[in-house]
């Protein structure tokens, strides 16, 4: 039996699961970041507690724990310094809290990226593979790497920051503080961003009414809807984030021969109207003797993705 | 003791090596590509056994046989497709005739570029490191990545082709067929271009004058050899490479987040005025945070490096 515990943002989790990726029991509650880091896994290990109790178990019962956390942290030490979604933490020695709390229990910190990559090498979209690249594309392009069968993580755990690639040297601002990166291009925002910038001439107008009218609240969901529909407006927006997003995976597959990419959030939602022009584009700008061999698929676990995440890390 | 067999466009080397580095000996001929793969192969290996009979040995003193030759190739077959620098090679069993010939000696194939990344890393700049990518700067800009201590090869031998990465998306033309690849803005054919694409208005005199009077004749080492003397023409066209290389080397950085980059030929000849401007825009185009631990170093083995390419491979 395994604990896995998922540090979000805004929700947390602790889960008991398999090394198979059966999960037995889950509980979730509300971060509440704003109360800080000493608060939060305070209530986490309660939570953790609880979950065992419930399914009448012991710490003693668990052959690991996995949390699952964004980074940036350090793997070596489980400490975690400045995740840009939880204020005020800086230098957070998780696992040495939880092994506190769980005595004798092996305890396992992987940033998020990282964990969820592994999960779907293990159980979703990346079985079977031996080298395989995982790339988020929601709010940022996170991403982690599977080379030669194993988790790659880097000098100093920042592998795999495929989106802060620089794809067009001048070009838009990214919230990393870099020109012109990947997720400058092709993240969820990006799309949103790129959609309102091209409402010109009375274009897009089944897109602003789907957005309720407001520009501003356009959001990349509403950009996939109106495609979905057939709004060919929406429809070139995927088809030139997928242009980008596509050069980005062509260097991707030039420097690492990857037998499959998966791709996240919009992929998964956007499905071949996002997934079709990435490919096209990766045609152009990759060999072909490399991108031959190299699938790239939507991701597969959906909302089961961030528990199998934390319970990977133990299973491994 | 270790055969180590170095397969060239222009010219080849049987050498006999240890483990640790040693040369012992080493005998070396013009390769005459156009006779061939069937006479190329055959003549390399008399020439190994010729190299063995001098020093007293039979092939039951090698421990292994290293081969080090351009790819395209098959490191599990041990088959050389068709390398750019070896007309009519086309599927050659390069590994099967070599086992023939040395009976029970086990024989490694690998491309150039992994063996020399590999080199560097056992013997020279790379040493002591556990990720590390070595990237030449000559004709082209091949690569090789140690990952995790050991050779990353990926799918189908083609990992750490960092050169043909879009840096300028609709920069110029590639020898690979791609535009404004990183080897099309930073090889020694792109400074040579560069510089005689920049010979207005007078300027570049110095340049013209090492160069025989001759702008198309101008080379890499012409501009570097001005670079040295002062010439701030020619330094400033280093500069504008080395501008470009950053942003390549940044990119790998993000993606990988190695502990050090070794640069050849270019980078041994030109020292600080490429490395510089290089680690200059990788400070611009990377995360302080991963370019902080990698450092960009030239390469060390110089003359030896071919020889101990194939060594190396023996060795591993």
């Given at each position: 039996?395994?604990?896995?515990?998922?540090?979000?943002?805004?929700?947390?989790?602790?889960?008991?699961?398999?090394?198979?990726?059966?999960?037995?029991?889950?509980?979730?509650?509300?971060?509440?970041?704003?109360?800080?880091?000493?608060?939060?896994?305070?209530?986490?290990?309660?939570?953790?507690?609880?979950?065992?109790?419930?399914?009448?178990?012991?710490?003693?019962?668990?052959?690991?724990?996995?949390?699952?956390?964004?980074?940036?942290?350090?793997?070596?030490?489980?400490?975690?310094?400045?995740?840009?979604?939880?204020?005020?933490?800086?230098?957070?020695?998780?696992?040495?809290?939880?092994?506190?709390?769980?005595?004798?229990?092996?305890?396992?910190?992987?940033?998020?990226?990282?964990?969820?990559?592994?999960?779907?090498?293990?159980?979703?979209?990346?079985?079977?593979?031996?080298?395989?690249?995982?790339?988020?594309?929601?709010?940022?392009?996170?991403?982690?790497?599977?080379?030669?069968?194993?988790?790659?993580?880097?000098?100093?755990?920042?592998?795999?920051?495929?989106?802060?690639?620089?794809?067009l040297?001048?070009g838009p601002?990214?919230?990393?503080?870099?020109?012109?990166?990947?997720?400058a291009l092709a993240s969820g925002p990006a799309v949103a961003r790129l959609a309102q910038e091209s409402l010109h001439y009375g274009r897009g107008k089944r897109l602003v009414e789907i957005a309720g009218g407001k520009p501003a609240q356009i959001t990349a969901k509403h950009v996939i809807d109106a495609a979905k529909e057939g709004d060919a407006f929406c429809q070139n927006v995927l088809s030139e984030v997928g242009t980008y997003m596509?050069?980005?995976?062509?260097?991707?597959?030039?420097?690492?021969?990857?037998?499959?990419?998966?791709?996240?959030?919009l992929?998964?939602h956007a499905g071949d109207l996002l997934?079709e022009p990435?490919?096209k584009?990766?045609?152009?700008?990759?060999?072909?003797?490399?991108?031959?061999?190299?699938?790239?698929?939507?991701?597969?676990?959906?909302?089961?993705?961030?528990?199998?995440?934390?319970?990977?890390?133990?299973?491994?």
């Amino acid at each position: 039996m395994i604990l896995g515990v998922d540090i979000g943002g805004t929700k947390s989790a602790a889960v008991l699961g398999r090394a198979d990726g059966t999960i037995i029991a889950r509980r979730e509650e509300p971060t509440e970041a704003q109360t800080g880091p000493q608060a939060i896994l305070a209530r986490l290990i309660a939570l953790a507690r609880e979950l065992l109790k419930q399914q009448d178990l012991s710490p003693r019962d668990l052959s690991g724990i996995g949390i699952s956390c964004g980074g940036p942290l350090d793997t070596k030490t489980g400490i975690v310094y400045r995740p840009p979604n939880l204020p005020d933490w800086d230098a957070v020695p998780v696992r040495a809290l939880f092994e506190e709390a769980f005595p004798g229990v092996r305890v396992v910190l992987e940033n998020d990226a990282n964990a969820t990559a592994l999960a779907e090498w293990r159980y979703g979209a990346g079985r079977g593979t031996q080298s395989m690249a995982f790339l988020t594309m929601g709010t940022g392009i996170g991403g982690g790497l599977i080379l030669d069968g194993r988790l790659y993580r880097g000098a100093n755990d920042l592998a795999g920051e495929v989106g802060h690639q620089t794809i067009l040297i001048h070009g838009p601002l990214c919230k990393c503080g870099k020109r012109g990166c990947l997720e400058a291009l092709a993240s969820g925002p990006a799309v949103a961003r790129l959609a309102q910038e091209s409402l010109h001439y009375g274009r897009g107008k089944r897109l602003v009414e789907i957005a309720g009218g407001k520009p501003a609240q356009i959001t990349a969901k509403h950009v996939i809807d109106a495609a979905k529909e057939g709004d060919a407006f929406c429809q070139n927006v995927l088809s030139e984030v997928g242009t980008y997003m596509g050069i980005g995976l062509a260097n991707l597959i030039q420097i690492l021969n990857p037998e499959r990419i998966v791709l996240g959030t919009l992929a998964v939602h956007a499905g071949d109207l996002l997934l079709e022009p990435i490919r096209k584009a990766v045609a152009e700008y990759a060999w072909e003797r490399s991108r031959s061999v190299c699938s790239i698929v939507a991701a597969e676990l959906g909302d089961r993705a961030q528990d199998l995440a934390a319970i990977v890390l133990a299973a491994e």
